[in-house]
């Protein structure tokens, strides 16, 4: 009997440890859900509130906006871009500079866009006193919504919109040292004043795209400023550059691909700075031949490309402002036509001009980008601070020493190449790369395009991309515009 008495126990014993662990288990389990519930809520709360209560599907959003009359919208100083105007009992948007902040402001109505769409939440809450609140709500009154305080400058955005003129095209401005966006246009443009009379009109105009902003959304061929990337990844390559040698002629074939200079330009003996600054295409296509296809996708990927681009900063948080991501075609598998058409920034790459804006400024910025940087501060509607957003790196895009060189290329870009147009700025020095994409099968049409960035002699640092949409040379159509907006910004 003991003997069976000793089996029955060791029978409850094993049965009250499997009991045991299951309910060790389930504690574990339970414990992980509630961990996971508070991440989840975290998220919500305070990583994905705004875009959340901005979503034109929350009702919360009908319900801020009957209880607070929109916030302004203010430049850096402190120039109002938008207010609403209350006279005579009906609230009425108002955008003081017309179509000047047509696409980086917005609109808010038939939806929303720009600051007014990713700032949304902010424009419609307030903190003002909880007295003055309260005596608000008891007597039926909308209290004052905050003021979202932006990077824009509108001497910036003013000499851009001008310089573009009536053409097609974009222009970017932003400081390399702390990711403020200065100036961002985009034409097409539109009064935002008047948006509810043109919507029909200007959303029925495929061809132009009135809306679409071509800054951060329009996607195109670099044309010759992608050599940037092609010059980084040779000088990654080849440490000894300086002994490079070229002989253009005005074209150049391999493997029974032919690629041509601009306007057949045959360029003579030329090194490898030279083939940099004259935009030689014969040259370029050369030194793609002799690169390592994997290293060149990879530098190119360090460089955003492929990537979600960092949208504009929101007090600390990603906006939605939308930014398309760029595109280049090189992998391991990809063949010599290809990888030549890419090294000059033609084929199927793509990339916005905010994106060739952000890489100038990392060069400007020995190799970092900082993090970009639309809304500045939120203010109460009495323009005390409530929230500033924080100016820290994103990431290092090159080395320093390749950033150097890179830069002092892109200098002699300005002084001795394409782009002269630039050279002896009052109160700054430039740096650049011109670049004339072509886009059609008329091989006579091209964009024209400035990436590059100034120095001024206050030790500031900013970097602008144009685009000409149709524009065709680089040096002569968007260098200039360019040139216009750091003479504006520096003097």
Known sequence: MNIFNKIANKIHIEQDKSGNRQIVQLTYFFTLLFLVLVAYVFIVVYRDSDEIINNSYNKRESLYAAKTVRGSITTDNGEILAYTDVSGGNERRVYPYGRLFAHSVGYNTKGKAGIESIANFRLLNSNILFTERIYNDLNGNKNPGDSVVTSLNLKAQYAAYEALGNRKGAVVLMDANN??????????DFDPNEIDYIWDEITNQEE???????????LYPP?????ILTALEYIKENKNIDNYEFECKGSFEY???????????????IDFDKSFAKSCNSSFANITTKLSKESFKNTCEELLFNEEMPSPLLINKRSSFNVKESFVPINSKSSVDE????GIGQGRTEVTPYHMCLMSAAIANEGVLMNPIIVKEIETAYGDHIESCSVRPYKRLLSYDDSVKVKELMREVVTDGTGTALNNGNGYIAYGKTGSAEFSSNKSESHAWFTGFAEGDNGSKVAISVIVEGGGSGGQVAG??????FDAYYN
């Open 179 to 188: 990711g403020y966006i200065l100036a961002m246009v985009s034409k097409p």
């Open 208 to 218: 132009n795209s009135i809306l679409l902003n071509r800054a951060t959304q329009g």
């Open 223 to 227: 044309g010759s400023t992608f050599k």
């Open 255 to 269: 493997r029974g691909t032919r690629i041509n200079c601009f306007h057949g330009t045959a360029h003579g003996d």
């Open 339 to 342: 990888l030549m058409q890419t």
């Open 480 to 485: 200039p515009v360019a040139k216009a907006v």
